[in-house]
């Protein structure tokens, strides 16, 4: 049994189409007779694209010419045979007639991208992370610290003598790690107590958190808990996991291509981001966690940790914008019990080489 079906047909070379009407006839062949043309051509041949409910059929041809065929119950017969109601457009068609089924599925997709987004992103920005090269890290890392000092200024007033007593800290911090993070030291005139560690070893310390520290009795110690928090945030590369974790697209680019060519670029929105956010709970508890070891390692009291967090605690502000150590971070009394916990257990043995 023959069917016919008007349509729209557009030959790909000129503007506009025209009306036709097509035949499909009973051994596969169309028909499409317009006002100034005739041809003829196999169902099977037809290229067809599964439409949405209320939109009409577009058919390629073979030649590029497209058709464009109105829903009807003529049209949606006679074109079942090219494809159009495969596995997939029936189960389209099934979720387009219930709303609830449809609505349910969308949101199961939503929830699905969500967790993805909640989950996979930082896998895969850790994943990324330890594959940057050293050179890349350290370009990242300056840039950053550049646009940092941009933003937030801030001179250098602290004596000289001061600076190198700091600087004698760190350097007995990284030598007992056995210089695996090439820090440096850089002091700023900050508004708030604060510190911020840079990809690549820049670490920033506002000259009143030093101070602060050096007016406690163990005044050198619990600088060097501070120094060695931020150490560890150098050598487990929170600050490019940061990075990454806020430019999904160029952890995606990174994954599917390895190209890590933008990242400079991205680096500079760390410093916004630390300033405003912070580290991740999670960075700051592992980076609890290995600031212990580099205290241990450079045979200073591991106490000093739990001690520095309580001074912080003492200089938060009262009013006004927070600092980062304690703004955004894990609760600061639970960090402080752990920590204690911590410290007081017996160092785990060395791991044989």
Same mark, same amino acid.
């Given at each position: 049994m023959n069917t016919a079906v008007a349509a729209r047909y557009s030959d790909g070379r000129r503007a506009g189409d025209e009306p036709v009407a097509l035949t499909f006839l009973a051994d596969g062949t169309v028909e499409i007779r317009g006002e100034t043309f005739a041809r003829t051509e196999q169902l099977a041949a037809f290229r067809p694209a599964a439409p949405l409910a209320g939109v009409p059929y577009f058919v390629r041809l073979p030649d590029r010419?497209?058709?464009?065929?109105?829903?009807?119950?003529?049209?949606?017969?006679?074109?079942?045979?090219?494809?159009?109601?495969?596995r997939l457009h029936r189960r389209l068609e099934w979720l387009e007639a219930r709303a609830?089924?449809?609505?349910?599925?969308?949101?199961?997709?939503?929830?699905?991208?969500?967790l993805t987004v909640w989950f996979g992103l930082p896998a895969a920005a850790a994943r990324v992370a330890r594959s940057v090269p050293a050179d890349l890290e350290r370009r990242a890392g300056n840039f950053a610290f550049d646009t940092f000092s941009q933003q937030v200024g801030g001179g250098v007033t602290l004596p000289a003598q001061d600076q190198i007593r700091a600087a004698r800290? $760190?350097?007995? /911090? &990284?030598?007992?790690?056995?210089d695996r993070v090439k820090a440096e030291l850089i002091f700023r005139n900050l508004n708030v107590p604060n510190a911020f560690a840079f990809p690549g070893g820049k670490i920033v310390v506002g000259e009143s958190l030093y101070l602060a520290c050096l007016k406690e009795p163990q005044g050198e110690d619990l600088f060097a808990a501070i120094l060695a928090h931020e150490l560890a945030h150098v050598e487990s590369r929170h600050g490019l996991q940061l990075i990454l974790r806020n430019s999904g697209a160029l952890v995606a680019?990174?994954?599917?291509?390895?190209? $890590?060519?933008? /990242? &400079?670029a991205f680096s500079a929105t760390l410093p916004i981001l630390l300033i405003q956010q912070g580290y991740a709970r999670e960075f700051e508890t592992e980076a609890d966690t290995v600031a212990l070891g580099?205290?241990?390692?450079?045979g200073i009291n591991p106490t000093a940790l739990p001690a520095a967090l309580q001074l912080l605690e003492k200089m938060r502000p009262k009013s006004g914008p927070d600092f980062t150590y304690l703004s955004t971070h894990p609760s600061t009394d639970d960090r402080i019990k752990l920590l204690k916990a911590a410290a007081a257990a017996p160092a785990a043995p060395p791991a044989k080489p």
């Open positions: 010419a497209l058709l464009e065929i109105p829903r009807s119950p003529e049209a949606d017969a006679a074109l079942g045979a090219a494809g159009y109601r495969g609830v089924a449809a609505a349910v599925c969308t949101l199961l997709l939503v929830a699905g991208v969500a800290i $760190l350097g007995r /911090l &990284t030598k007992a790690r056995g680019m990174a994954v599917i291509t390895g190209d $890590l060519s933008s /990242l &400079t580099w205290l241990r390692a450079a």
